[in-house]
């Protein structure tokens, strides 16, 4: 077929979707895409323009990517990179409209099930099918998805196996399925260990892991362990790489608490002691490091009462709540410990839980439970 009648059948088929009947995308057949012949000059080109295609719509440059794609679909209709680099431009134009164009969107997928029909083993045009998957809502589609591309991409490169591993890795985790999520990000990591949400994700995995132990007693703790101190080493690197991130700080320190409390359980009190001092360090350091922080002068609370230092314990709730008055943890705990009398000039309980239903009343935390139960206390019943 002449280059410019290809050219002109391609746009006709991009342009279609903006009128008429909307394409049915699983009517997509490569097989009806005739082969052609390149010199060895045009697939030099064409392998360039491909690259540039892709590069932009990794990038988000959809403009770019269009015009490249197209280029490269010029020189030859069966490129499954550019295929799915066109689908993926044409949802992107779908979701401009409110509400989304049916037409584009699946013209979209169409394009992007016929890249995956030309080139099963395709890494990329696997890595753009589920992200289209996610993008329109399907995320269980989309982690499976990733999941068998993965499978048929068994021998492309690392880096393009790479983004297939943290897509998969990410969806299952979005889908709160950690257990699945966790080889998928700790083989993203190994090939790249400089992503600090990757990292946070990891550790958030063997936390997650870590609080329920499977198997026998004795081995499912000590192995629940071992997910504990390997998800706080996990948090350490994100706070490495990204240190201003509040959220790994704290839970490195949960990371650090959870693996003293199994070790606890197993009667280890040396690597108890060893591990609950590391959480009480790392608190300490985040409390310092983030002033507005109100959870982390809550947690060294918290900390501070299981090792009985009630006066130490109720400073803290006190300096937790001079940076989010709110606080609902904080009121509590340092009501409950006014109540106990162990300490000496505290805030009157009652005072604190007039203050935690005022809370409650205008933001919600408490359940309906507990609500009522303070209400009685406040009462006096």
């Known amino acids: 077929m002449p280059r410019l009648c290809r050219t002109v059948l391609l746009l006709a088929v991009v342009s279609c979707a903006c009128r008429g009947v909307s394409i049915r ?50 020189l030859d209709p069966r490129s499954a990179r550019a295929r799915a680099t066109i ?16 037409f584009l969107a699946n013209a979209g997928e169409r394009e992007i099930l016929l890249a995956m029909e030309i080139a099963p083993e395709d890494a990329f045009a696997g890595w753009l099918h589920a992200v289209f998957l996610a993008l ?91 997910d504990a101190e390997n998800a706080a080493s996990a948090f350490a690197r994100c706070c490495e790489l990204a240190p201003g991130d509040e959220d790994g700080a704290l839970a490195g320190v949960a990371a650090w608490k959870r693996a003293a409390d199994l070790a606890h359980q197993r009667g280890d009190t040396v690597v108890y002691e060893r591990h ?18 109100a959870e982390a002068m809550f947690r060294l609370g918290v900390l501070a009462e299981e090792r009985k230092a009630f006066p130490a314990a109720a400073a803290a709730y006190a300096q937790a709540l001079g940076r989010n008055g709110d606080h609902l943890g904080s009121l509590l705990n340092l009501a409950a410990l006014s109540e106990s009398g162990a300490l000496v000039g505290a805030p009157a309980a009652r005072e604190l839980w007039s203050r935690a239903l005022a809370v409650d009343a205008r933001r919600g935390g408490l359940s309906a439970d507990e609500r009522r139960r303070l209400e009685a206390r406040v009462r006096g019943s």
């Open 87 to 102: 689908g993926m431009v044409l949802f992107q134009k779908s979701a401009a409209s409110d509400p989304p164009d049916l």
């Open 136 to 226: 329109s809502g399907h995320m269980s589609a989309a982690a499976q998805a990733a999941e068998d591309a993965l499978v048929r991409a068994e021998k492309a490169p690392a880096t393009e196996r790479a983004a297939l591993l943290g897509i998969a890795g990410t969806y299952r985790y979005e889908l709160g399925e950690e257990r699945a999520a966790l080889p998928h990000l700790q083989a993203y990591v190994a090939l790249r260990p400089d992503d600090s949400a990757a990292c946070f994700r990891v550790g958030s995995c063997l936390l997650r892991k870590s609080a329920v132990p499977q198997g026998a007693k004795a081995d499912a703790i000590l192995a629940a362990q071992r």
């Open 25 to 74: 995308p699983e009517s997509a057949d490569a097989s009806t895409i005739a082969a052609v012949d390149l010199t060895a000059n045009e697939r030099r080109v064409l392998a360039e323009t491909v690259d540039r295609a892709v590069d932009a719509v990794v990038r988000r440059r959809y403009a770019e990517a269009e015009v490249a794609a197209n280029e490269a679909l010029a």
């Open 276 to 293: 609950f001092a590391e959480a009480e360090k790392l608190c300490h350091s985040a409390a310092a490091r983030f002033p507005s922080n």
